[in-house]
Every structure is written in structure tokens, then in C-alpha cells.
């Protein structure tokens, strides 16, 4: 395998540049499938946002005309503004202890060994593919029998556990691309094991740690199965949503669904840029 | 010295590891456990009574009402996780071979990968307001003559879930695919060329084999995600598109028997694990085989 391919790179380079002329029926018939998936991804969007500009209250084409009156409804409502403030309280909570506790458990997968050390993998990756719902219930239960009240504390202990899997995935991966060597260098050069973590180990994996930030603090930001169960008197912006839209359809929802979705892009532009590895850290 | 050194490894070691391990027994172990002995309890008002009897898994397993659902809900997973690899495999097959900007690339991706960070609430909810009676489809067709009335025929069934569901976790079918696509040396390909192989043949036999674990990671996903789903359900779901989730989620409201609940939960705990182990064991016979 590896002769393979030490030995077709003179080739390869010969057929890329006499490559066959592209029948365009291909050309078109990939245009056409790339088109649909991205339709399909991008005109619901569109949709909603286009909506929330609507006149009318209700959703259906063509659209009156436009107006801005739903944002400003929105700039009025109170439960909404109360919901929205939760929800960034829940999500900075959430991401703070997510990062406490999924850094040093993806150090310890990496770097430790210690017994149960599989058992201790499987737990704590769990939650990535089981539905929310059982996180929900399952904890829903727990603070029941020891009677806590639900509140958005409660919110916040399961949002952190249920994203401790992608900040472990997230950063364990970066550590495996990291050299032991950096570690080991710093402590036979006399630092300790605070230093070397945080002057070494961590400067080194401060994408992986960044980006999972800013993911968790999204997904917590969104997440309902979890919050549906462990929420008490106070709704987050979702769940708030979510009993408006169980009353009926309205262009509000829309310009909220606008907001959020301008809110995603600064995210993602700002994740791409900060978790763009700088050339040496590979 | 060496014993000082390793002494202080050790409570290094204790340091870094206790905070996680603390806090998955507490919050991830404990609640399983009690998930787990909840589901031998009997309701009785006010919540439940402990009790060590499998009354609630004998519902579950003799009132055909759940197999039925377990069945939908089996069956709509399988169809969401259908049409997304049939979306998703071009999509992924075209970036991977067929893009040669690197810039380009990425934006495509990222394209797909995006609208995850876009709440997933509203994701469901703008295609409730394109499939309605008084929608964006029904208006648009009545608009081009096509309907002469409204049709209800487009929401709150399964098609419309199938739709949601798909256009919700479609991102989760294009990333592994995609993973697996992109590590396939090109000149595998070629080779395969070289040596007398049609272009489908060399798809069926090379590339499809090679992207397999990257098709059932996707596959894996998807239907776990859509088989755990209760909100799509409620908003474009209608009578006959309850799933799973949400008979577990009223047991846990309205009809307040949480013990059953429980039970239920275990249940669509066992099939996710099930599936996943299976095709972890997939994957990993795949790579004994490639190496």
C-alpha cells in the first residue's frame, strides 16, 4: 500500500494535465445535485427570514409588502427579552462548565491511564448519540429524589453534561495531533505540571478549546429535549418559542428565527476565522 | 527522588482526572442507575412507589400500541437516514473529487455543516410554515394554477416529517461521508481505471467500498437522532406521526406515569446502543479488512 503510493505521484501528475474534455452533461447533471441539496438547505432559511418582513399576519405567498413592525413588537416584548437574557445566562453557564470539566477529561483520555479508563470514555461520549431526551428524563428523576427544585441551575447542570461529549471529542482530537515531545521538553527544562498545561499544553490546543466553546455555547443556546425536562418557572429563548408557536403562527417568530439566524453567521464566520490553525501548529 | 516525582504524578494525576470523574458518576452514572431502578417502580399518586416488578416492561412489550409506535418510529428514522445518503453521497462525492479549489471547497461545506448552528427549532418550524394549508407550497401552487384550493395533503403527516427530519439532521449524513470520501487516495481510483475498470465499476468496487464506514457512521446518526426526536413530530408530525419520544414525554407530563416513562426509555435506550455497537463492530471489521 504505502510502495503504492510512493510510486503513482509521477503518474497522477501526467493524467491531471490531459485530462478528458468535460462532456457538459455531467457538468450539468452535477450542478443540478449540488443545486437541490443547497436549495434544500437554503430556501427554508430564506423563507423564514424573508417572512418576518411580511405585512400580513399570515405566511403565505406572495407577501403584501414589507415592514419592520414585527421587529419592533419584538423590542417590546418582555417575556421575550426576559427569555433571551436566560438563555445567554444558561449558555455562558453551561459553556464555562463544560470547559472545566470536558478539558481535563479529554486530558485524562489522552494522556492518563487509570482503571475504567474505557468505561469512563463510553460514559462521558454517551450523550453524543443518545437522544435527549433520555439525558432529560434521566436527570429530571435524579433531582427529584434528591429534591432539588427545577430551575435554570438545573438547566445548566444538564446542558453541561449532555455537551461534555463534544468538548471531549473536540479537543482529544487536537491533543492526539499534539507531540508528547512540547510536554516533555517543557518539564526536563524545570517547569511544572501548571505551568507546562498552561504555557505549553494549552496555547497549543487554543482552537479546539475556542471552537468547542462557541459550539456549546450554540447548542446550549438552541437546545430544547433537555431543557423541555429540567426547566422550571423560567422558559430560555427556545422554550419560549416553542409555547408561542403552539399558540399560532406569526411573522414575531419569524423575525426572531431572522435574529437568531444573523446571530449564527457572526458565530460561524468567528469560528472558522479563530479555529483556523495558524501553519506551525500542526 | 524518583518515588518524590512519582508521588507527584500521581496527585497531578488525581487533580486533572477528579472534576470529570466526579462529575459523570454524579450526573451521568447516578441518573442512568436511578433511570434504570425507576422503571421497576409503580405509579401511584402522587408520582411512584419503589416496587421491584417488570409491570411496566409487560405493558410495554403485550400493549400492541408500542410496538406499533416503536415500528413508525423505526421506520421513520429509516426513511430520514434514506433520503439524507441519497442527498448527502453526491453532495460529499462531488466535493471530494470533483471540486479542485481548495476555497471552494470549504465554502461548500461549511455550507452544509452551517445551518446546524442555526436553531434547530426554527428549522422545523419554517417548513410547518411552507407545508400549511395557508402556506408558502399551497399559495404558491394555487398562484401558478396548479391547485384551485388550498390542500392539506402536505402537513402533519409522515412525509412532512420525513422531510423535516432530513432537511433537520441531513449535516450529520455529509460530514463522515464526506471524512471517508476525502481519504481515499485518488490514485486508487486511477489505478482502478488503469487496469480495465468502467468508471461505475470502479465507483461500486472502490469507492463505495472504502467509503462505507463514512455511509454508516452517517447512517448511524441520523436514524438515532430522528429516532429520539420529539419535536418535529408535534410541530408537523399530525395523529398518525407520534414517535417514540413522545409517548416517553407524556408519561412524563399529561399522562404522569414516570415509572412506565422510564421503562420506555430503556427500551429506546437498548435499540440506540444496539445500533450503534453494531456498527461500531461494522466499522472496525471494515478496517481489519482495508489494512
Not at chain 1, 445566562?89 to 479508563?117: E, M
Not at chain 2, 508521588?7 to 486533572?16: A, I, P, T, W
Request: hydrophobic letters at 55%; proline letters at 6%.
Amino acid at each position: 500500500m504505502t510502495a503504492l503510493e510512493t510510486s503513482v505521484p509521477a503518474i497522477t501528475a501526467v493524467r491531471s494535465t490531459s485530462r478528458k474534455p468535460r462532456r457538459w452533461g455531467a457538468s450539468l447533471g452535477w450542478g443540478l445535485a449540488i443545486g437541490t441539496v443547497l436549495a434544500f438547505l437554503y430556501v427554508p432559511i430564506a423563507v423564514l427570514v424573508l417572512f418576518s418582513f411580511n405585512t400580513s399576519r399570515s405566511l403565505s405567498w406572495p407577501m403584501e409588502g414589507l415592514t419592520l413592525d414585527w421587529y419592533r413588537t419584538l423590542a417590546g416584548n418582555e417575556q421575550l427579552i426576559e427569555a433571551v437574557g436566560n438563555s445567554f445566562y444558561v449558555a455562558t453557564c453551561s459553556t464555562i462548565l463544560t470547559l472545566l470539566i470536558g478539558v481535563p477529561a479529554a486530558l485524562a483520555l489522552d494522556r492518563l491511564s487509570f482503571p475504567g479508563k474505557s468505561a469512563f470514555r463510553k460514559l462521558v461520549l454517551l450523550p453524543i448519540a443518545l437522544p435527549g431526551i433520555i439525558t432529560g428524563i434521566s436527570m429530571l428523576i435524579l433531582f427529584r429524589m434528591v429534591g432539588f427544585t427545577l430551575s435554570l441551575e438545573t438547566v445548566i447542570i444538564g446542558h453541561a453534561t449532555a455537551l461534555l461529549a463534544v468538548v471531549v471529542t473536540q479537543v482529544y482530537a487536537r491533543l492526539q495531533r499534539l507531540p508528547r515531545s512540547y510536554e516533555e521538553a517543557s518539564a526536563d527544562l524545570g517547569a511544572n505540571g501548571l505551568q507546562t498545561f498552561f504555557l505549553v499544553t494549552l496555547p497549543n490546543i487554543r482552537s479546539s478549546v475556542i471552537g468547542a466553546g462557541l459550539l456549546s455555547f450554540t447548542l446550549s443556546f438552541d437546545e430544547i429535549p433537555v431543557t423541555f425536562f429540567l426547566t422550571g418557572r423560567d422558559n430560555t429563548l427556545p422554550m419560549y418559542i416553542w409555547s408561542t408557536m403552539r399558540r399560532g403562527l406569526t411573522p414575531e417568530i419569524n423575525a426572531v428565527g431572522a435574529l437568531i439566524v444573523a446571530f449564527s453567521a457572526v458565530l460561524i464566520v468567528l469560528s472558522v476565522i479563530l479555529m483556523r490553525d495558524k501553519p506551525g501548529a500542526r | 527522588m524518583t518515588l518524590a516525582l512519582s508521588k507527584r504524578n500521581r496527585l497531578r494525576q488525581f487533580l486533572v482526572l477528579s472534576p470529570p470523574l466526579l462529575w459523570t458518576v454524579l450526573f451521568m452514572f447516578a441518573p442512568y442507575t436511578i433511570l434504570v431502578v425507576y422503571s421497576f417502580w409503580r405509579a401511584q399518586f402522587p408520582l411512584a412507589v419503589p416496587d421491584f416488578q417488570f409491570g411496566n416492561y409487560i405493558e410495554i412489550f403485550t400493549d400492541p400500541q408500542y410496538a406499533r409506535v416503536l415500528l413508525r418510529t423505526a421506520k421513520i428514522a429509516g426513511l430520514v437516514s434514506l433520503l439524507a445518503l441519497l442527498l448527502a453521497f453526491p453532495y460529499a462525492y462531488f466535493l471530494a473529487f470533483k471540486v479542485r479549489k481548495p476555497g471552494l471547497r470549504l465554502t461548500l461545506y461549511m455550507a452544509v455543516v452551517a445551518p446546524l448552528w442555526v436553531s434547530y427549532l426554527l428549522r422545523a418550524y419554517t417548513w410547518k410554515t411552507i407545508l400549511g394549508t395557508e402556506g408558502l407550497l399551497n399559495s404558491f401552487l394555487m398562484s401558478t394554477g396548479i391547485l384551485s384550493e388550498p390542500s392539506s395533503v402536505f402537513l402533519y403527516n409522515q412525509t412532512a416529517m420525513v422531510v423535516t427530519l432530513t432537511y433537520v439532521f441531513i449535516p450529520f449524513m455529509v460530514m463522515p461521508i464526506y471524512a471517508a470520501l476525502e481519504k481515499i487516495p485518488p490514485n486508487l481510483i486511477e489505478a482502478s481505471g488503469d487496469l480495465g475498470e468502467g468508471a461505475i465499476a470502479t465507483f461500486a468496487r472502490i469507492t463505495v467500498p472504502l467509503a462505507m464506514p463514512g455511509i454508516v457512521a452517517g447512517f448511524t446518526m441520523t436514524f438515532c437522532l430522528s429516532f429520539g426526536d420529539f419535536i418535529s413530530p408535534i410541530l408537523v408530525g399530525g395523529p398518525d406521526g407520534l414517535m417514540i419520544a413522545n409517548v416517553i414525554a407524556a408519561q412524563f407530563g399529561a399522562a404522569l406515569n414516570w415509572p412506565l416513562g422510564s421503562a420506555l426509555a430503556l427500551v429506546m435506550l437498548v435499540i440506540v446502543l444496539g445500533i450503534i455497537t453494531a456498527s461500531d463492530r461494522f466499522e472496525r471489521l471494515g478496517q481489519a479488512r482495508l489494512s
